[in-house]
């Protein structure tokens, strides 16, 4: 499970790393076995890292389509007549890929999760080291913060959203406590929020608040639907022989990459339940057990620490 401080970047010097530094950059690259002259996406651009990197195994005939929904990623552009940015989430690849005449790719990079450029923002809202607005959007153009779902959800979505993203002990009487709040006062910054929730935290406060905040996150920005958006794009797109790679930072979206590459569908029961036929799917697993940053990579950059890196070969 990512927690604040266990997520995709970390602070680094060089051009576009004080944005953040790409997660097992050289794994996840090599992964997608470049072809110079391809055609490829980087669906979550952040501070270009793992961009630069292709584009240094690109001829001039390769192209590569970066996606961000996050308007801060655009200042880490590089002049590059390759490189096409799109300022969309990737969920709509198919249909921004359309736009450039591109039908099928060579492969697709995904490095989930959240920059360290957006926990380090005070404004964004992201962090429990700050008191700031309960914003969390990724794309600030969304109109729906998470102070406003908490405070138009029903004390059972709000369960629901506790338990399975952030896998809160005592979600229910998390929910019920917030939802009564909320008929009386609106909880509008991450102070108001703390101190709302302090009395039933349970355990490590840190650790607690951390996967609360997880959890209003991934529902904010609607993550899992997105990367489930993704996935079955991916399957239609990348060419066979084509592949995927995958940087995760929680179990819930490497179970989806991994039951995907398994089994086609990111939920799907493996045979089917009265005729026992096995459901094909599009892709191969490259590594049986995901890939994880080494020790050394670890010590440098702590927040890689729950990193987890899947590739599919498309058949």
């Known amino acids: 499970m990512a927690l604040d401080g266990q997520n995709r970047d970390g602070v680094a010097e060089t051009e ?12 996840a690259v ?5 072809n110079p002259s391809g055609t490829y996406v980087d669906c979550t651009f952040g501070g270009g890292g793992h961009s630069r990197e292709i584009l240094s195994r690109l001829n001039e005939k390769g192209r590569l389509f970066a996606f961000d929904q996050d308007e801060d990623a655009r200042a880490n552009l590089t002049a590059d007549t390759r490189l096409v940015f799109i300022p969309h989430n990737f969920r709509h690849l198919t249909r921004f890929l359309r736009l450039y005449g591109v039908a099928e790719v060579d492969g697709i990079l995904a490095d989930l999760g959240v920059s360290s450029h957006q926990f380090d923002k005070p404004s964004r809202g992201f962090s ?5 607005p309960l914003d969390m959007r990724m794309d600030q153009s969304a109109a729906l913060t998470a102070a406003d779902f908490i405070q138009q959800s029903s004390a059972a979505s709000l369960q629901l959203v506790f338990q399975e993203y952030g896998e809160v002990t005592n979600a229910k009487t998390l929910a019920l406590l917030l939802n009564e709040h909320c008929h009386k006062s609106q909880i509008r910054t991450i102070n108001e929020l ?13 650790k607690y608040f951390a996967q609360v905040f997880q959890s209003l996150r991934i529902a904010v920005n609607d993550e899992l639907a997105a990367l489930k958006d993704l996935l079955v794009q991916a399957a239609s797109l990348i060419k066979p022989g084509g592949r995927m790679s995958v940087i995760t930072f929680h179990s819930l979206e490497d179970r989806m990459v991994k039951q995907f590459f398994k089994s086609g569908d990111e939920d799907v029961q493996l045979a089917d339940p009265v005729y026992g036929t096995r459901k094909t799917t599009p892709f191969e697993s490259f590594n049986r057990k995901p890939i994880e940053p080494s020790a050394e990579e670890v010590g440098k950059n702590p927040r890689s620490r729950s990193a987890r890196l899947r590739i599919g070969v498309k058949k």
């Open 194 to 206: 703390k101190a709302v929730i302090a009395p039933v935290v349970k355990g490590n406060p840190n």
């Open 30 to 34: 090599d992964g997608l076995d470049i």
């Open 16 to 27: 576009g790393q004080a944005y953040h530094v790409p997660v097992m950059l050289k794994q």
């Open 128 to 132: 429990i080291r700050f008191d700031a």
